[in-house]
């Protein structure tokens, strides 16, 4: 085998664990945290459909694809908070507004939760020990996004409070 032959394999076979290592950081390291407020929507028609509407938002991730700048700023608008009366789970609903440097992109948000049970009554903390979160598209059964809920919570007081963090598995 000639030199030449013997420094291309070396090369090669020297920068496939950076080439392996940045893909596979790519497809899994990306994650999200979300704090949201929320206030409990009076309607005395509907006493038992229970709604609550986001009040404040606070989001961040590493995801490249939704801020290729690292620098946006997030806002959620339309944000809603309701259990889903047939599963016993909560859902988010919303439009997340992505404002770059250079360009500004809103997504639809479904978020499917799954929660514990009730740890207490009235002034209640509920652990969120599973869910998903679909940004953009259809992003309730095809998201451009998905991303997996690792950890959550979900405090019932004055107001809804509501943690998450997400790894991305789409």
């Given at each position: 085998?000639?030199?030449?032959?013997?420094?291309?394999?070396?090369?090669?076979?020297?920068?496939?664990?950076?080439?392996?290592?940045?893909?596979?950081?790519?497809?899994?390291?990306?994650?999200?945290?979300?704090?949201?407020?929320?206030?409990?929507?009076?309607?005395?028609?509907?006493?038992?459909?229970?709604?609550?509407?986001?009040?404040?938002?606070?989001?961040?991730?590493?995801?490249?694809?939704?801020?290729?700048?690292?620098?946006?700023?997030?806002?959620?608008?339309?944000?809603?908070?309701?259990?889903?009366?047939?599963?016993?789970?909560?859902?988010?609903?919303?439009?997340l507004n992505v404002?770059?440097?250079?360009?500004?992109?809103?997504?639809?948000?479904r978020m499917d939760?799954?929660?514990?049970?009730?740890?207490?009554e009235g002034n209640?903390?509920?652990?969120?020990?599973?869910?998903?979160?679909?940004?953009?598209?259809?992003?309730?059964?095809?998201?451009?996004?998905?991303?997996?809920?690792?950890?959550?919570?979900?405090?019932?007081?004055?107001?809804?409070?509501?943690?998450?963090?997400?790894?991305?598995?789409?």
């Open positions: 085998m000639s030199s030449y032959a013997i420094m291309l394999a070396v090369s090669l076979i020297s920068t496939m664990p950076v080439i392996f290592n940045y893909s596979i950081h790519m497809a899994f390291g990306q994650e999200l945290d979300m704090k949201a407020d929320f206030m409990r929507q009076e309607n005395e028609f509907l006493y038992d459909d229970v709604v609550y509407d986001m009040v404040t938002f606070n989001f961040t991730t590493n995801d490249n694809r939704i801020c290729p700048s690292n620098t946006c700023t997030y806002t959620f608008d339309d944000g809603q908070l309701s259990p889903d009366l047939i599963s016993g789970e909560y859902t988010v609903d919303g439009k404002n770059g440097t250079s360009e500004s992109t809103t997504y639809d948000v939760l799954k929660v514990n049970e009730m740890h207490e209640r903390t509920e652990q969120i020990n599973a869910g998903t979160i679909g940004i953009g598209g259809n992003a309730l059964f095809s998201p451009i996004y998905k991303y997996q809920v690792t950890n959550g919570t979900l405090n019932f007081g004055q107001s809804t409070l509501l943690y998450l963090h997400a790894t991305k598995i789409q």
